[in-house]
């Protein structure tokens, strides 16, 4: 009976040798396997062959981590399909359920970060659906889409700014892209906007002011307080990660060197090499180091723009009273 392409994998995996294992690999790709996948184990077979000291890997768990992965992604865009807020957050879990798999495709794991910062945006969760845009952008640049739902984002935080520059980001890599054009125009209108009204404050902060105008800038400081506030709890969680990555670091530093390290994987602990693992606690806190200083900008910006707003509402609680001192004067 002759050896099924599993087989002939699962072989090749046994004998060590990359041709081997490379071949078989190819083969599977040539039997309908998933292309995504396929290709992904065959760039980590390639990346281990070019560095000696790269930790043993197994192609074939490479590629079911992968196929887990996407797995995971379409369960969350069918749950998406409904339209409704609790399938929402259904899909927001698998899609981090995906991201927990870990698997080593780079494409893969942006377009799961991506997809989950669009039900952010559904959910209203707008300084997180930046936060995982930026993580699907670092992942796959050439993801069009991240770089609109960060916008899209940036757009409902009032950091124009922010929105513009990765509209301008996202157009470098797609300059035809219409949808990205729209929101730029719609970020730049609104920031223009936002310019002259600070102007029309300065120079005419004793002019009339209605009751609904009041009530508009009222609830704009209670919104960006909101979002502020969910923006801080995300920095300090950050900033926590990164001293609990470097404690981590310190300890396994400290370990004997044949003593045995596990990883959590979604909700078991498996047994992991320790340079890989120290290898990626540096590459995240790497990552969270870039991210900080962006965080910390955005809270900046979202902290004057509260500021602003407040101030605004002083004045019109200060013209009201001036209002009504006059009408009394009248009287």
Known sequence: MPETVGERLTKAQESGDPEQIKA???EAKRAGADEAHVDAALAELKRKEGDPGYPDSDPQ????????ADAFKKKGNERLKENTKSAAREALEFFTSGLEVRCSDPVLNAQLYSNRAHVRLLLRQFVEAVDDCRKA??????NIKAYWRAARASLHLDLCRNGIDFCDAGLEHAPKDGDLQKLRATCAEKLAGQQQRRKAQASSAQRDFNADEAIAIQD?????NEQLSRLKATLGSKQRQRVRLELTQQTIDSTPDDAKLYRGIGRCF???ERQGMLDEM???MDSIDEELPKMQ???EELEKRKDDAEKELREM????????????TAA
């Open 297 to 299: 900008k955005a809270s």
């Open 282 to 284: 540096k590459s995240t």
């Open 24 to 26: 078989a690999l190819e």
């Open 317 to 328: 609680i200060t013209a009201f009273r001036h209002q009504a001192d006059q009408a009394a």
């Open 220 to 224: 704009k400081v209670t919104g960006l």
């Open 61 to 68: 768990a490479i590629l079911e981590l992968s196929q887990k």
């Open 270 to 272: 498996l047994l992991g």
């Open 137 to 142: 952008i670092e992942r796959d640049p050439k």
